[in-house]
Every structure is written in C-alpha cells, then in structure tokens.
C-alpha cells in the first residue's frame, strides 16, 4: 500500500551538512504519518523525527537539539530531512517510515519502511 525510496546519504566530514529524501507511492501513503529514522551498527533502530502531510506538524528526538529539520513537499509526495552540524555519532543507516497516526513516534509503530540510506561522519 505504501512504497517508500531514499536518498541523499553519503560521507561528510564532521560538521558538515546533508540532505535525505524519501519519496512516498502507493495507494493509502497519505493516511500516515512519515518519519525518518536510523540505525547504527549494534544498536536498536530509533526514531529521529516525524512529520505529518495535512497540517505539517513536526516532532523531534531529543537529542536532534535542533540540528535536524524535517519537512515535506506534498506536491512531490517528498519529505526531507535537512541535518546540520552533523558529528561522528550521527553515522548510522537512515530510513523512513510510514507512521501510524495517533501513535507514539518509536519503530514500533511504522507499518512500512524504506530500504535506508547510509550516512558516515568523518571526524
């Protein structure tokens, strides 16, 4: 029902800045929420941000500290992750989800993924 591609990683140097896309299709993708998150080698998945198409309400993980900015293009069905002052921890594989509306912004609650794309912080 829903098909989400990425793009946009690639190795930056400390600092640095990149951009993500997600491109959304399929018959019901505006009934969710989107969101990005990332996983890194021997760690859990854990939520980034969300955003939601109608109204663009945005919510943040705590330790994006105003870095990160998400935002959609509803014209294109694209949402973006704008990632600023990007630091070494922030190397991990990024995807985006489809998330249930209504429901708490944690993986547990993405009903269809991306195949993510990696990105790697050089210090």
């Known amino acids: 029902q829903v098909q989400l591609v990425e793009s946009g990683g690639g190795l930056v140097q400390a600092g640095g800045s990149l951009r993500l896309s997600c491109a959304a299709s399929?018959?019901?993708?505006?009934?969710?929420?989107m969101g990005w998150f990332r996983q890194a080698p021997g760690k859990e998945r854990e939520f980034v941000a969300r955003?939601?198409?109608?109204?663009?309400?945005?919510y943040y993980a705590d330790f994006v500290k105003g870095r990160f900015t998400i935002s959609r293009d509803n014209a294109k069905n694209t949402v973006y992750l704008q990632m600023n002052t990007l630091k070494p921890e922030d190397t991990a594989v990024y995807y985006c989800?489809?998330?249930?509306?209504?429901?708490?912004?944690?993986?547990?609650?993405?009903?269809?993924w991306g195949q993510g794309t990696q990105v790697t912080v050089s210090s």
């Open positions: 989800g489809a998330v249930r509306y209504g429901a708490p912004a944690t993986p547990n609650e993405v009903d269809y």
């Open positions: 399929g018959r019901t993708f505006s009934s969710y929420g």
């Open positions: 955003i939601t198409w109608s109204g663009g309400r945005t």
